[in-house]
């Protein structure tokens, strides 16, 4: 008799031990997806990406140490960014920051901290370096914009202003306050 009312009791103890344990199981894997939401979904160490045009001739590189992309934001993280504008002209700008963002909208880049603008001497063109703070930069219109101070240094003097727009494929800069500068003429 002991043996009937033994064999359906364990019956239903180990399926109500399965039923919990399934359960727990699907608990914490719902637990591991919202951490991972949070977090970045992907990530990648040295990254270098070029963008081509129509030709196949470079239009634009990003070197960066570290990406990463979270979702939640559409946003990606860039650790040490280094990009390359090329000029149909020859001539090259480098943009480097310490961190920046790309939000997958617009294909806008967001350069944060010290921001370093550099167009290296070439044939027709003397050497420029802008440093400032907190660029967004579009690398298609190849324009940089700024409400940070500015310091701009080349061969003939210097400038200092808060704020500008650059367009580095007209290599024009537009400084919106407070513009104090030197300017010595060398003799190249």
């Known amino acids: 008799m002991n043996k009937r009312i033994w064999a359906p009791a364990l019956l239903i103890t ?10 727990s199981l ?12 949070q977090g970045p979904d992907f990530y990648m160490r040295d990254v270098l990406s070029t963008v081509m045009d129509e030709k196949g001739t470079p239009k634009h590189q990003l070197h960066t140490q570290y990406l990463a992309h979270y979702p939640e ?22 943009i480097r920051s310490e961190k920046g963002e790309v939000f997958q909208e617009t294909e806008e880049i967001y350069l944060l901290g010290e921001v370093i ?12 370096k802008i440093v400032t703070k907190d660029v967004m930069v579009d690398p298609n219109a190849q324009t940089a914009e700024t409400q940070m101070p500015v310091a701009i240094s080349h061969i003939d003097g210097n400038v200092n202003a808060v704020g500008m727009r650059a367009n580095l494929k007209k290599q024009t800069v537009v400084l919106k306050s407070d513009v104090r500068g030197t300017y010595a003429p060398s003799a190249k």
């Open 73 to 94: 934001q559409n946003r990606t993280d860039l650790r040490t960014p280094h990009l390359t504008l090329y000029q149909p002209s020859g001539n090259i700008w480098t």
């Open 14 to 23: 180990l399926a109500a031990l399965s039923w919990w344990y399934v359960r």
């Open 26 to 37: 699907d608990t914490d894997l719902t637990k591991k997806s919202e951490v991972s939401a």
């Open 117 to 128: 603008i550099e167009q290296p001497e070439a044939e027709a063109q003397r050497a420029i």
